[in-house]
């Protein structure tokens, strides 16, 4: 599965979600599995757009034929385009599928990791952050995507903002020296995104 994940600042708020509920014209593409996003929770006027394909040869195909129509109903009403493309890798808790309805928040965060320490920084996503966020009250599922250059993405989806503000252990400090992320971590950047339904395809 292909995870894209696009973010950017808006310009014109009303003629961007206009533009964004046009992407429900996605619905039917091949290899096109969901699509959602809405507003960052700490800049408000940054958007957040998530789509899930089945494998990167779909993703490109609908990009040569069908993307610039779409992208131009947005034309203009945003600047500062950041699109990433991952792989996925695992799930995060369990069973994951791409579906919004039942989320109000999504938590991102984004790695890049040092090139020797790679197999590392997977291996304790899987084995000591995994389970903490798995065992956290409201968060329903998640997945482990990894772009070229070492980037990883951890994209959490919650029941709500107040359960995701839960999610605060005590024991982030002895949970990161346990996986020893700063060891791994170059960068590391994150957002919690509040989902607006009527992005969701």
């Known amino acids: 599965m292909l995870v894209k994940w696009m973010r950017c600042t808006v310009v014109d708020r009303?003629?961007?979600?206009?533009?964004?509920?046009?992407?429900?014209?996605?619905l039917g593409e091949p290899g096109f599995r969901a699509q959602s996003g809405g507003w960052s929770r700490a800049r408000p006027d940054v958007a957040h757009v998530f789509a899930?394909?089945?494998?990167?040869?779909?993703?490109?195909?609908?990009?040569a034929r069908g993307h610039e129509r779409?992208?131009?109903?947005?034309?203009?009403?945003?600047?500062?385009?950041?699109?990433?493309?991952?792989?996925?890798?695992?799930?995060?808790?369990?069973?994951?599928?791409?579906?919004?309805?039942?989320?109000?928040?999504?938590?991102?965060?984004?790695?890049?990791?040092?090139?020797?320490?790679?197999?590392?920084?997977?291996?304790?996503?899987?084995?000591?952050?995994?389970?903490?966020?798995?065992?956290s009250p409201g968060m329903l599922r998640g997945v482990f995507g990894e772009a070229p250059g070492h980037e990883f993405l951890v994209l959490s989806m919650w029941q709500s903002e107040a359960e995701r503000g839960k999610y605060r252990p005590a024991s982030a400090a002895r949970l990161s020296a346990r996986a020893e992320t700063e060891t791994d971590v170059e960068?590391?950047?994150?957002?919690?995104?509040?989902?607006e339904p009527s992005w969701t395809v």
């Open 187 to 195: 960068a590391l950047t994150g957002d919690v995104v509040r989902l």
């Open 52 to 63: 899930f394909w089945e494998n990167r040869a779909f993703y490109d195909a609908f990009m």
């Open 14 to 26: 009303r003629g961007f979600e206009r533009g964004q509920r046009k992407w429900a014209e996605l």
């Open 70 to 135: 779409l992208a131009g109903e947005q034309s203009g009403t945003y600047t500062d385009p950041q699109v990433t493309l991952f792989e996925y890798r695992f799930d995060v808790k369990t069973g994951f599928e791409p579906c919004f309805t039942d989320a109000d928040v999504v938590r991102v965060a984004h790695s890049t990791v040092r090139e020797d320490r790679v197999e590392h920084f997977a291996l304790m996503q899987e084995k000591v952050w995994n389970p903490a966020m798995a065992g």
